[in-house]
């Protein structure tokens, strides 16, 4: 194969976004040679207990790609160790590891999509799956002058979800954000959506 | 989502989760345990516990979970290709050990009644050779988890 020793990756990182994780590294080139890959992590447990114990990644032990989807191995609120090591026939590089420790409490969340749709005088939302950690706080208001502000918490899965009998010829307007229990946060609200309801307003 | 061990208060563990890691490799483990006649967490331990008394016991088990059952069986645990299984439990118990050790420094009572019963467990689990003792520890967690569940709020 001409290559005496098999580099390490290098350029290790996580990108963590609505607690799904992937771990990416720089790719490690030998012209005309396909090099696999193998993911190991250790918890926090493993770390202070047994630090010698490495746990092979479910989908990436071996791989070809220069990334790996860790979301199934992050099974708890702790720091994660994580390294990798590069493979090409029986030539294997020293590991390379994440250089700061990942925990799932530094994942980005975003504003939940969602869609406002009414089902005659019915007021429905319908917002994005983003799986079981997620739950969805919705608040909607009636677009008037000191109109009060609803919320309403949906658990995952239930969609879409009624929110209130309308009137004809109001306006109503609706925002969503998330909250994921297992690390305690909430996303940022969405933007707000307001809708008009057809026909004429009722006489006072 | 939330235990709440009387006045003890852990967030940020997902009980489903742990069912899943426990069910993953239930078969394999509880198969492992010859010793039918003998039960660690049995009634005397774990029936009847009060609120207050709930976080005492739960700290002095999982504590004794995370410090010995775990780290003893780890070996097993590769022999029997369960160690993602394993790993999220004993990370999660470590989660709910460190989080309870905040809680407790803040409560002066001592619980004699919750060491009484803790002893109890630990007594049953030095009778056996250590191995048996491991193993059974190891296999009723599915008594340990039943039990934590009275105490999770969704």
């Known amino acids: 194969d001409g290559v005496a020793v098999l580099p390490a990756p290098q350029n290790l990182s996580v990108q963590s976004t609505n607690m799904k994780h992937v771990l990416t590294w720089s790719p490690v080139i030998v012209p005309e040679e396909i090099i696999h890959y193998s993911v190991e992590y250790q918890g926090e447990y493993e770390s202070l207990y047994m630090s010698h114990i490495w746990i092979p990644s479910s989908w990436c032990s071996p791989t070809q790609r220069p990334e790996c989807d860790i979301t199934e191995d992050i099974t708890a609120t702790v720091s994660y160790s994580l390294r990798v090591r590069a493979t090409l026939g029986s030539l294997t590089s020293a590991w390379s590891t994440l250089k700061h420790r990942f925990n799932q409490n530094s994942t980005i969340l975003t504003p939940p999509g969602m869609e406002i749709t009414m089902d005659g005088f019915h007021l429905l939302i319908k917002l994005e799956d983003l799986g079981p950690h997620f739950e969805f706080f919705v608040s909607y208001w009636r677009r008037e002058p000191g109109a009060k502000e609803h919320v309403k918490v949906v658990r995952p899965g239930v969609l879409p979800v009624y929110l209130e009998t309308v009137e004809p010829g109001a306006a109503y307007c609706v925002k969503a954000r998330t909250f994921v229990k297992a690390i305690g946060r909430h996303s940022a609200f969405s933007q707000t959506e307001c809708v008009k309801v057809q026909g004429e307003a009722l006489p006072l | ?154």
Request: a positive charge.
């Open chain 2, 1 to 154: 989502q939330e235990f709440q061990f009387g006045p003890c208060r852990v967030e940020g563990v997902v009980l489903q989760k742990l069912w899943q890691a426990f069910w993953a490799m239930k078969d394999i483990v509880q198969a492992q345990d010859n010793i039918t006649s003998v039960r660690l967490l049995r009634k005397e331990v774990l029936h009847n516990v009060s609120e207050t008394e709930s976080c005492h016991l739960i700290h002095a088990l999982l504590r004794f979970y995370v410090n010995t059952v775990f780290k003893l069986y780890h070996d097993k645990a590769a022999e029997f290709g369960v160690l993602k299984s394993f790993s999220a439990l004993a990370n999660n118990f470590f989660v709910i050990v460190s989080k309870l050790q905040a809680s407790q420094e803040k409560m002066f009572s001592t619980h004699e009644s919750a060491r009484r019963r803790f002893l109890l467990f630990y007594r049953a689990f030095k009778q056996l050779d250590r191995e048996s003792a491991v193993t059974k520890a190891f296999g009723e967690m599915d008594i340990l988890l039943s039990w934590m569940e009275k105490f999770y709020q969704l």
